[in-house]
């Protein structure tokens, strides 16, 4: 089975008279289905309607991949992150299979659960292809939680916990309900980019705030309320004092228009010896 990622060529002239070529062929097809359809009704009191209508279907799309209606290549546009094999397995279609008995609506909500999908239409053209349009969740995110690390898109749905390597600049978000979250941190760090930029993790503290740690290692504690005021806070003090460059441990803004700044602890004098 082909997998491709773009569209193929227009159609030649030589390839549009055996698509027509098919039509006829099929529309032969077509009849010989409805007139074996026709002939059951004559069964339908006797109980022979239902098998007589299941062979009628299977007899169609037998004939119709003769005439060369079945399924050749999958034409998918969209896919980045989403790897063929899982594409290939949620789309559950055989290579030769008639195109006619393919399921749309089934192939679309199968390939809905993958994780990475945010939207898929899945479309026949005729005769012979298969096309998947997607369009995939971004990552926002890696999220730890119970020594285990996932990467979230910006609703906390968790698209994979696996090759994670591509991932390592994404901020680090910690906590049970941190997914749940995240998409509300994240919309009011982007109002102050200078402490975006400078985030390295987020940790969820009793399920009510934040605590932020920045690359120079310094925690910043979030009130559970008012946090946008909070980061405008931050925003003033490290552009005015330059107070993210000093020698502190932490900035506490817990407390509104009270900013509580934690030095480093001094280092300890070296002990004389006698």
Known sequence: ????????????????????????KLGIALGLGLAVTAGGLYGWHSGAAGRLATWTGQETLRITAAAGF??????????????ADDLLASLNVAHGA????????????NIATIPWVKDVTVTRRLPDKIIVELTERDAVALWQYQRKLAIIDETGRVLSNRNLDDYQTLPLIVGEDAPQHVQELLSLLKAEPDIANQLVSAARIGGRRWDLRLKNDVTVKLPEENVELALRE?????????????????????????AVVEPLPSPEAPKKTI
């Open 1 to 24: 089975m082909k997998l491709f990622t773009k569209r193929g060529a227009p159609v030649s002239r030589r390839g549009m008279r055996l698509f027509m070529l098919r039509f006829k």
């Open 70 to 83: 079945r399924v050749n290549d999958i034409l998918v546009t969209g896919r980045s992150r989403i790897s």
């Open 98 to 109: 008639p195109v006619f008995g393919i399921n749309i609506d089934d192939a679309q909500k």
């Open 234 to 258: 931050l925003a003033s003090m490290a552009e005015k004092d330059s107070i993210l460059e000093k020698n502190i441990k932490g900035i506490d803004l817990r407390i509104p228009e009270q």
